[in-house]
């Protein structure tokens, strides 16, 4: 029996450096459709790549709704040696997204600085 269904990637770059943004924390969050609370559904951490290991929601798990991906920008930037101003300009990076359709690929790439950031659906 094969498994059915959407998934959700993502990837950073790094722009400031010209790379991959390895080792950077990701939240994911899903907004209950009648209290619109934000529940948690996984934090993940980018491979060398600047990619996440498997998708970040698994197919057959995707479901329509609204969605949260939070970026920690700032701690990944420190970690590289990176002098920030306190507090940073962009500490955390949210981009909020719906989902259409459970059975579709959805991927959601970021283009990161400590000063800008350019996100985009992917394919």
């Known amino acids: 029996m094969s498994v059915t269904g959407g998934r959700l990637t993502t990837h950073v770059l790094d722009t400031m450096h010209g790379c991959p943004a ?36 698994q197919p057959g ?9 939070v970026f920690h920008a700032g701690d990944y930037f420190r970690q590289r040696g990176v002098t920030l101003p306190e507090p940073p300009f962009l500490e955390t990076v949210p981009v909020r997204f719906g989902i259409a359709d459970g059975n579709a690929h959805y991927h959601v790439p970021l283009l990161l600085s400590p000063w800008a950031y350019s996100t985009y659906r992917g394919s």
């Open 61 to 69: 798990d995707l479901l329509a709704g609204r969605y949260e991906l």
């Open 22 to 57: 390895a080792g950077m924390r990701i939240e994911l969050f899903r907004f209950d459709p009648v209290t619109g609370e934000a529940l948690r559904v996984r934090e993940v951490v980018t491979n060398g790549d600047g990619r996440v290991d498997g998708p970040v929601v």
